[in-house]
Each structure stands twice: as C-alpha cells, then as structure tokens.
C-alpha cells in the first residue's frame, strides 16, 4: 500500500513543474509523476531528496503531517523570511506580534456639561 502524500499540491504550489522537480532532485519527470500519484513507493531516501529540492521537511510532503497543503501566499511568505538575515527575520516576527494583538478600545471621554 502506498502512502498519500503532498508532493504535487508543494510542487505546484511553488510554481514548478514536473521537469523543474526532476531536475531539482536528479531523477525524471516520469519517476515525480509515479511519486505524486503514489504508483512508486515513497522511500525515506525519497523524501529526503524531494524535501531538500522543495525546501521543506520531508514529512510535510506525507498526507497526514499537514492538514491542508500550504497555499501559495504561504509558500511565498516562507521562502521570502527564509531569505531575511537573522535581524530582519527577528524584526519582522516583532512586526507580525503587534499586529496580530487585538487593539484595545480607547475610553469615552465626555465632556461635563457646566451648571451655571
């Protein structure tokens, strides 16, 4: 029984095709093709060259490590604070914190009316 995994939803949602995989981890377009659609079996020698020619854990490319496969903005998002040096990425978090804390709402502050 073969394992259901991820390959093709990573694949294209990085924008690549099956010759761009092929190339990336040194084997053919048919053997990416026989991978995705689970008629080859998915050996941890496999997941190993796949997960470094897609730059991801190799267990994100195994059906039940994910819920959902990452979407192309997510996919973007990684790849573009992968390439932060290490203050910008720390930056960035710092940015992503305050933005995601609910604001807190300002007072009412009314005026007293003057008795005269």
């Not at 092929?22 to 377009?29: E, G, R």
Request: hydrophobic share 40%; aromatic share 4%; glycine share 6%.
């Amino acid at each position: 029984m073969s394992v259901k995994n991820r390959i093709k939803a990573i694949r294209e949602a990085r924008g690549w095709s099956l010759e761009t995989l092929a190339a990336c981890a040194d084997t053919t377009n048919q053997q990416i093709s026989l991978l995705e659609a689970g008629k080859r079996r998915l050996t941890v020698d496999w997941l190993l060259r796949l997960g470094e020619a897609l730059d991801c854990h190799p267990w994100e490319l195994v059906a039940h490590s994910l819920p959902e496969p990452p979407e192309t903005h997510e996919i973007i998002l990684l790849d573009g604070f992968r390439g932060l040096p290490g203050d910008q990425q720390q930056a960035l978090l710092a940015l992503i914190g305050t933005m995601s804390k609910p604001l807190k709402p300002r007072p009412v502050r009314r005026k007293r009316l003057s008795q005269t």
